[in-house]
């Protein structure tokens, strides 16, 4: 019976022993994480910020028009031919039909 506690505790002291120096081991193996502060990206340009620009035009030659034509909508119908004319100019190839209008 004590030859067997005897070989009990040499067991554990044994696992206790090789406990620590895994611990040992695996701590000094881990890497040690600092932390740096980044400055922040700034874009360096090396275009000049100041463009001269010269106006070629001269102020006193532009005539600035006082009004201008506007569109005007001509409610009156076309005729075939011109319908007809301007189809086979889109591409259409079929007989011009011409329908009423229903404001009419």
Known sequence: MKNKKTIF???VIIL???GIVFLLIRT???TIFTQI???QPTIKSSIETTVNIESALDRNKIQI???LPTYIFDSSP???NIATTLAKKLGFINDVT?????HN
């Open 9 to 11: 505790i040499i067991v």
């Open 16 to 18: 206790i022993v090789l």
């Open 28 to 30: 000094r193996n881990k």
């Open 37 to 39: 502060k980044i400055e």
């Open 65 to 67: 028009p006082s009004s």
């Open 78 to 80: 076309i005729s075939v």
């Open 98 to 102: 011409m329908l009423k209008d229903s």
